[in-house]
C-alpha cells in the first residue's frame, strides 16, 4: 500500500487536484501545509474553500489558534494517526500541501528527541536578549562543534534547540537524531505539480492581488483585534507580518503588495528547490487535465 502525496510550489493547483482525487476515489485529504492549522487565517494561507471542505473531507486545517505553535513532529505524529484511522474506515488517504519538510518527514521519519524544557529554553532566550546570542553560539561550538557549523550565530531558534539536546539527551544533535529517530510506517509517492517560472511568478502576482481583494487586510485586523500579534509563529506565515503593517498604518498598500509578491515568489523558488531534491518524484504539469488521470492509474496499480 503506497499513498500519494501532492505537492508542488504555491499556486500550482494542488488542492484543486487533490479534491478532484478524493472525490473520484472515496478519499479523504490530509493537509500538509504548516499553517492552514490555524483558525482565522483562511485568505492569505489560500485554505480550501467552504464548498471544498464540504465536498471531501480535509483534516489538519482549522485545528489550532493563532498564539499555538506546530512543528513537524506535530504533523507526522497526527498524519500517521490519521492515515491509519482512514485506512480502518475503507478510505484512501491523500497528503496535499507545500510545506516540503512536512512532505519529507512522512517519507523518512523523524527526529523525537524529549520533550522541550519550557525553563532552560526561557532562561537562553533570556540570556541571549542580554548578552547577545553570538555568545550562546560559541556556548554551542563548545558542546557541539558540529552542529554548530551548520548554524548562523544569528538563528537563535536552533542554537537553542542545540544547546537544548545536549542539556536535556547529554549527547550532541547527530547522535540524538539518529537515537531518537521514528521511521515512517507507511510507504508513499511524492507528486509535484510543475510549471515553467515566468508563468508561475505571474500566477502568484495576481494571485496575491485577488487575496487582499478578497478581504486579506479585514483578515488580519481581526486577528489583531483578538489579541494575536506579528511575534506568533502563525504570523510567520508569508504576507501576515506585512499586512499587519498595512493595518496599522505602519506602510501602504503599493509597498505592502510588492512586498508580498516578491516573498511569495521567492517562497516558491525556495519550494521548487526543495522538492527537486526529493528522491522518486513524479511531475505533473500544472494545468494539465491527464494529472487526475495519471494518479488514478498509481492508485488503482498500488490500492486495488
Not at 478524493?22 to 480550501?48: C, F, W
Not at 507507511?186 to 495576481?206: G, L
Request: hydrophobic share 40%.
Amino acid at each position: 500500500m503506497i499513498i500519494p502525496i501532492i505537492t508542488g510550489a504555491t499556486g500550482t493547483g494542488k488542492t484543486a487536484l487533490a479534491i478532484e482525487l478524493a472525490l473520484r476515489h472515496n478519499a479523504e485529504i490530509i493537509s500538509a501545509d504548516a499553517y492552514q492549522v490555524y483558525r482565522g487565517m483562511d485568505i492569505g494561507t489560500a485554505k480550501p474553500s467552504g464548498e471544498e471542505l464540504a465536498a471531501v473531507p480535509h483534516h489538519l486545517i482549522d485545528i489550532l489558534d493563532p498564539d499555538q505553535t506546530y512543528s513537524a513532529g506535530d504533523f507526522f505524529e497526527h498524519a500517521e494517526k490519521l492515515i491509519d484511522d482512514i485506512i480502518s474506515r475503507g478510505r484512501l488517504p491523500v497528503i496535499a500541501g507545500g510545506t516540503g519538510l512536512y512532505a519529507e518527514t512522512l517519507i523518512k521519519g523523524i527526529f523525537s528527541a524529549p520533550e522541550r524544557d519550557e525553563n532552560f529554553r526561557a532562561a537562553l532566550e533570556e540570556e541571549g536578549g542580554k548578552h547577545g546570542f553570538a555568545l550562546l553560539h560559541e556556548r554551542l561550538k563548545s558542546v557541539d562543534p558540529e552542529f554548530a557549523a551548520s548554524v548562523p550565530p544569528s538563528d537563535k531558534t536552533r542554537i537553542i534547540r542545540g544547546l537544548e539536546i545536549n542539556a536535556l539527551c547529554k549527547m550532541n544533535v547527530r547522535e540524538a537524531q539518529r537515537v531518537f529517530h521514528v521511521n515512517p510506517k507507511h510507504k508513499y509517492s511524492v507528486f509535484i505539480i510543475t510549471d515553467e517560472r515566468e508563468r508561475m511568478y505571474a500566477r502568484i502576482n495576481e494571485r496575491v492581488v485577488k487575496m487582499f481583494d478578497a478581504g486579506w487586510a479585514d483578515e488580519v485586523k481581526n486577528l489583531l483585534g483578538c489579541g494575536y500579534n506579528e511575534n506568533m509563529q502563525s504570523f510567520k506565515a508569508i504576507g501576515y507580518r506585512e499586512t499587519a503593517a498595512l493595518v496599522k498604518g505602519e506602510a501602504d498598500f503599493p509597498s505592502v503588495l510588492a512586498s508580498v509578491q516578491q516573498k511569495t515568489r521567492n517562497f516558491a523558488k525556495r519550494q521548487v528547490t526543495w522538492f527537486g531534491h526529493m528522491d522518486g518524484l513524479t511531475k505533473l504539469r500544472a494545468g494539465d487535465d491527464k494529472n487526475s488521470d495519471q494518479l488514478s492509474a498509481f492508485i488503482r496499480d498500488y490500492w486495488t
